[in-house]
């Protein structure tokens, strides 16, 4: 009885070890989930990122979210993989505000913020009482406020740290603008009744707003660049590597560079404009 007893266990245990194999399998580990907002950067994910991993043996989806909050909660709670849609600012101030374990793992092309209108034609055709929206979550907000700023069209205090700057901060409106913060995806319907509005890359591209129609486009600093960002405890892990060596590959690059392509346009990261530097 005894013997027949352990015959029992060792087969049990086989099957049990079989049922976790199969569960495993059937969780597909090569499967790779990007979180997106609406804009171009799904499209980079399907066109210059999944063909590369697809060679590796992954499948990828893509996932596009709503706004700028739910790619990085559904990232955290594991719903999704990876997430493309924010800049390194915007991402380290959420995840300290959330708590929560998310890190840039690369760079990529950048959509830049345009200053968009239907109504005026110049910069200089702003008068009084016009009304700018642009967004409304904090990183955002200062970031449009500098753009402002370098447009000439308002100054921020000397004391205020301008990363965090927001409208009660500006020391200086010589035009008499109106400026009315609304969530980012918001802006551009807001064009039949603002005067303009400061739009951020995906949200304009998800709109049909073309860089070339902005009025003025921003300069992007490094930190205002968008990026791929990961779990920080899969930040190591192969799927993670794999990805950053995609985009990395000259295939991703000739994409990006395709005269045709959207992304032609955007703002290449640091590591790519030197990269193509050193190109022979």
């Known amino acids: 009885m005894t013997l027949i007893k352990t015959v029992r266990v060792a087969l049990y245990m086989g099957l049990f070890a079989l049922g976790l194999q199969l569960a495993q399998a059937n969780g597909d580990p090569k499967t790779i989930v ?7 950067y799904g499209d980079m994910v399907k066109q210059a990122i999944k063909p590369e991993l697809a060679k590796k043996g992954y499948k990828v989806e893509v996932r596009e979210f709503s706004d700028y909050v739910q790619p990085n909660m559904a990232l955290a709670n594991g719903s999704i993989d990876a997430n493309l849609f ?6 380290e101030k ?3 505000d959330k708590n929560l374990k998310v890190s840039k793992l690369i760079t990529v092309p950048t ?9 005026i034609t110049a910069i200089s055709d702003l008068k009084k009482g016009d009304i700018i ?5 904090p990183t ?4 449009g406020l500098r753009f402002l700023e370098k447009l000439g069209l308002i100054k921020i205090k000397a004391d205020i740290d301008p990363t965090k700057a927001s409208e009660r901060d500006i020391a200086l409106n010589p035009r008499g603008l109106v400026f009315k913060p609304l969530e980012a ?14 739009v951020n890359g995906n949200f304009a591209f998800a709109a049909g707003l073309k860089l070339s129609s902005a009025l003025a486009l921003e300069t992007l600093d490094e930190n205002l660049k968008n990026v791929i960002a990961v779990r920080t405890d899969d930040l190591d892990k192969p799927f ?9 590959s000259p295939a991703y690059a000739e994409v990006i560079n395709q005269p045709s392509s959207v992304f032609s346009q955007f703002q290449k990261p640091e590591w790519m404009q030197s990269a193509a530097q050193v190109k022979p």
Request: hydrophobic residues 45%; charged residues 15%.
């Open 140 to 143: 955002n907000l200062a970031r």
């Open 133 to 137: 929206t642009l967004s409304n979550d």
């Open 111 to 119: 959509a830049s913020m345009g200053f968009y209108s239907h109504k």
């Open 86 to 91: 924010q800049h390194t600012l915007y991402l």
């Open 34 to 40: 990007f979180g997106v907002a609406p804009g171009p």
């Open 240 to 248: 993670a590597k794999d990805i950053k060596a995609a985009v990395e």
């Open 94 to 96: 959420f995840a300290a």
């Open 185 to 198: 995806a918001q802006l551009p319907r807001t064009l039949d009744s603002a005067s303009g509005a400061l």
